[in-house]
């Protein structure tokens, strides 16, 4: 079946620092690939997706970039903020899944000033 | 526009107990989704509803029951609530096959004693 497997948290990082948190995925064919945040107290917004391998998806200076290869869609950026402390899910849909959502089992990130 | 809504926020129940969680969505959308949190395992999908009047079974359907009277609401009921069900539920709403963003709510924490 399919399947994703994320870093476990918490991880804690100072302020300006690189983030990298990674996601591996077992799906057959080629799925799309999602990031979403929840953060405290609400419900989850998508961060960033990319459809086809290779693609790379970005909003508000994350990153993440479809690889086949590896079979991964690791969220990177390149210096945190207070106010990106929430908890990451990475999630796939499976090309014959409809439009339901498969997801990681989160990762919470704190960021300190 | 308010989105995705749930009701209640929280809610403590007795084993054996039932109770109702509404969701609700003013975007139009046509399939709505109800899933539960639970530490360390992600979101995992019980039922979705790909229009007004259908309802399908997702991946951990046992012990609850939904209905989709309305293409705006929901509902997702638990007949005889058990300490299993202690989670946090998240209901979503897309547009339909056409995009995949899901939208979520706020959430609402049930604990079962």
């Known amino acids: 079946g399919n399947s994703v497997t994320q870093m476990e948290g918490p991880v804690t990082l100072s302020e300006e620092a690189f983030l990298t948190i990674n996601c591996t995925y077992t799906?057959?064919?080629?799925?799309?690939l999602f990031w979403y945040v929840q953060y405290p107290g609400e419900g989850l917004q998508l961060l960033l997706k990319a459809t086809k391998a290779d693609d790379k998806g970005s909003n508000k200076g994350f990153e993440a970039t479809y690889r086949k290869e590896t079979t991964s869609f690791h969220l990177e950026k390149g210096s945190v903020q207070v106010s990106d402390s929430a908890v990451y899910f990475c999630?796939?849909?499976?090309?014959?899944?409809?439009?339901?959502?498969?997801f990681g089992g989160g990762t919470r990130l704190m960021v300190k000033p | 526009n308010a989105g995705v809504t749930q009701t209640p926020k929280f809610r403590v129940l007795k084993t054996g107990q039932s109770m109702t969680l509404l969701c609700a969505q003013d975007m139009n959308h046509e399939y709505m989704y109800w899933y539960r949190q639970d530490p360390g395992m992600g979101l995992r999908l019980i039922h979705y509803?790909?229009?007004?009047?259908?309802?399908a079974k997702g991946e951990v359907p046992d012990g609850y029951n939904v209905s989709r009277l309305k293409k705006q609401n929901f509902l997702l009921g638990l007949e005889s609530a058990a300490p299993s069900q202690t989670s946090v539920y998240f209901c979503a709403s897309s547009l339909g096959d056409t995009t995949y963003e899901q939208y979520f709510g706020p959430g609402t924490r049930l604990t079962v004693t």
């Open positions: 999630a796939l849909r499976a090309l014959n899944a409809g439009n339901m959502l498969t």
């Open positions: 799906a057959t064919g080629y799925p799309s």
């Open positions: 509803s790909v229009g007004e009047g259908t309802t």
